[in-house]
């Protein structure tokens, strides 16, 4: 079941993102999927110092834009500082994660890209479907077909 998500990753708009000690640059792939309907935005600004990009199937990335939102609002509201980068991530791959041990649940059919400048330094997360979640200096999903 994992895989039928994985593999939605894989057939999902290219995104690439890369870090160097100052800042991410995160950049999506614009097409539409037929000539009669428009493009889905697959980078999001979810707070001043966090950027998320999606790659598969697009109501599961809207879902956990909505989720992500409402962690940093949660953090900012109960700590009264913005949320470090690692954390949020560790949020949300618990929330991916559940979803594949839990027979009447479905994984999420996206892959989500977090890019976070905090005290800690500059971080560009991956989180796959199956919850794992690798930190790289640069990373490309999705497919790119020309």
């Known amino acids: 079941m994992c895989l039928d ?16 000690e100052d800042m ?3 950049a999506s792939l614009k097409r539409s999927p037929s000539k009669l309907s428009s493009f889905q935005e697959k980078i999001f600004e979810v707070d001043n110092k966090i950027g998320v990009a999606v790659s598969g199937l697009t ?17 900012t509201f109960l700590y009264d ?6 954390r949020l991530v560790s949020l949300v791959a618990r929330k991916t994660q559940v ?11 996206v892959g989500v ?3 976070a400048v905090g005290k ?7 989180v ?8 790289h200096i640069a990373i490309a999903i999705g497919l790119c077909l020309l």
């Open 24 to 26: 991410i640059v995160i």
């Open 5 to 20: 998500a994985m593999e939605a990753v894989k057939q999902g708009s290219a995104v690439v993102a890369c870090r160097n």
């Open 113 to 115: 890209v977090i890019g």
């Open 59 to 75: 109501a599961d990335g809207t879902t956990m834009i909505d989720f992500i939102r409402g962690e940093i609002k949660k953090h």
């Open 99 to 109: 979803n594949t041990q839990r027979s009447s649940h479905r994984p999420y059919g």
């Open 128 to 135: 796959c479907p199956s919850g794992n979640v690798y930190e």
């Open 120 to 126: 800690i330094g500059v971080n560009l997360f991956y």
């Open 81 to 86: 500082t913005t949320i470090e980068g690692g």
